[in-house]
């Protein structure tokens, strides 16, 4: 089974990236886009994630989130433009995150603009197996080599209960102080976003949705 994509059509324009380059802006519809889709998941391994090795606490509260947020939006994912395991601007590896780009629908704190395009980076990616393990510590090197199996080229890793990405979705996202590249990083574990629907978000802990007054205070 594939990944799957949604093409939603506008007169905007798009912007892309990548890691090791800079951001290019294009003219042409308005395309979510899903850089996920071209890899079949037989050729994908799941890996849990180890904090012995990434050492960072996933996990914060909402209130949290919200205190230590530069900016605070609803945002609409445009694109999925790919995952890496690897900071270009400071030269290290870093635990595999998704990168595109997030359209901005309304601001809720900080300097971002209606429509404008902001390069994201989320924790949680599929990336190839041969970068996974040159980006593992070295201890855990020799045993990635001798359990993966040698058929598949791709590796999953993302933090434990945390939302995947899904193009076309609009959230309501929080972005902590941390850049990666270019990219702006959301906050960590699934706090960070919350799917929005009509001036309300989902909780998943209660599994209701909520007027957003009652999230973002």
């Known amino acids: ?8 059509l506008s007169m905007f324009f798009v912007v892309g990236c990548n ?6 802006e294009v003219e042409t519809a308005d395309l979510v886009y899903d850089a996920y889709i071209a890899i079949d998941e037989s050729e994908v ?5 180890r904090q012995e090795e ?11 989130a919200q205190q230590d947020s530069e900016h605070i939006i609803i945002g609409k ?7 890496s395991n690897y900071d270009y601007a400071n030269k290290r590896y870093v635990f595999p995150y998704t990168y595109g780009i997030i359209k901005v629908i309304e601001p809720l704190k900080g300097s971002f603009e ?16 041969e970068e996974y393990i040159k980006g593992s510590m ?6 990635l080599n001798e359990t993966f199996d040698s058929q598949k080229n791709y590796v999953q ?12 979705e609009t959230y309501l996202i929080y972005f902590n102080n941390n850049k990666i590249d270019q990219y702006y990083s959301i906050v960590s574990g699934k706090e960070g976003m919350m799917k929005y629907r009509d001036g309300r978000v989902y909780d998943d802990v209660t599994n209701t949705w909520k007027k957003i007054e009652e999230v973002v205070k």
């Open 157 to 168: 890793e993302y933090l434990p209960n945390d939302h995947k990405i899904e193009v076309g």
């Open 114 to 129: 209606v429509n404008q395009r902001i390069p994201y980076a989320k924790d949680g990616a599929i990336i190839t197996m």
């Open 54 to 64: 990434h050492g960072f606490v996933y996990s914060v509260s909402l209130k949290d």
């Open 19 to 24: 890691p090791s380059g800079a951001v290019q």
């Open 77 to 83: 994912i445009l694109s999925i433009d790919g995952g």
């Open 1 to 8: 089974m594939k990944y799957y994509i949604v093409i939603v």
């Open 45 to 49: 391994t799941n890996v849990e994630y």
């Open 138 to 143: 070295s201890n855990y090197k020799k045993e």
